[in-house]
């Protein structure tokens, strides 16, 4: 089983809709990331959390919220979807305790495409 | 603010041969890494090769090498013996002060030909 999951690995949905794109995580991290994934962009921020009481803003956070359910689980909702949220989206983790390289795990992204 | 820039949007290669993807950034930090990041038709991003800022020795990890130039802020990637599996997308990244935050770059298309 990958240490990072993400569900639903794609899904179609209608402009106005509410989405919400799940993560679990089994490495026992504490740091856990949103990034959106959009062609000749790279991948950029959206929400990170660095333990179940603390969330952040990233680079791209309007349109967006999260939610730190459990040291596990870091979930990201789209309240009302519209056309250009369209992306891969992933979920990533990262260890908080030294030696600290600040390398990323990801899950194998969420294909999200907004009509 | 950081930025990473990596100017080649697609490349490819011969089986075989020697393919170099570059990268530059942009910061006021003395201390960080940089990472390259390989992106399969499988979606799954994977850790190719990573570097510490304070370290001169450039990275090496079996066919893929960087050449770090921190005057320069430039931080390529050389693969070696290029092979149909190596065929992905390519981010290069940097985070400083192993803060976790990553920032990417746009990416490198990889084809490697047969």
């Known amino acids: 089983d990958a240490d990072v999951t993400q569900t639903p690995r794609n899904r179609i949905t209608k402009t106005g809709k509410r989405i919400m794109l799940e993560c679990s995580q089994t490495?026992?991290?504490?740091?856990m990331y949103w990034y959106r994934q959009d062609p000749g962009l790279g991948l950029r921020l959206i929400y990170y959390?660095?333990?179940?009481?603390?969330?952040n803003k990233g680079e791209i956070s309007d349109g967006y919220s999260v939610s730190r359910q459990a040291q596990a689980k870091f979930s990201l909702s789209l309240e009302s979807a519209i056309p250009n949220q369209t992306a891969l989206y992933f979920c990533?983790?990262?260890?908080?305790?030294?030696?600290?390289?600040?390398?990323?795990?990801f899950g194998e992204g969420s294909r999200l495409t907004v009509l | 603010a950081q930025t990473v820039t990596q100017s080649q949007p697609e490349m490819s290669v011969q089986e075989a041969e020697t393919v170099t993807l570059s990268c530059t950034y942009d910061?006021?930090?003395?201390?960080?890494?940089l990472f390259w990041y390989k992106q399969p038709p499988s979606r799954q991003m994977i850790l190719v090769i990573r570097?510490?800022?304070?370290?001169?020795q450039n990275a090496t990890e079996n066919r893929f090498s960087v050449n770090f130039q921190k005057a320069a802020k430039s931080f390529s990637l050389k693969i070696s013996d290029s092979q149909l599996g190596d065929t992905a997308m390519y981010f290069c990244?940097?985070?400083?002060?192993?803060?976790?935050?990553?920032?990417f770059g746009g990416g490198t298309r990889l084809m490697v030909k047969p």
């Open positions: 990533a983790t990262s260890e908080v305790e030294l030696p600290n390289t600040g390398e990323l795990f």
């Open positions: 490495k026992g991290h504490d740091r």
């Open positions: 959390s660095f333990d179940v009481k603390d969330i």
């Open positions: 910061t006021s930090e003395s201390n960080y890494y």
């Open positions: 570097q510490e800022a304070y370290k001169q």
């Open positions: 990244a940097f985070t400083h002060n192993a803060g976790n935050m990553l920032t």
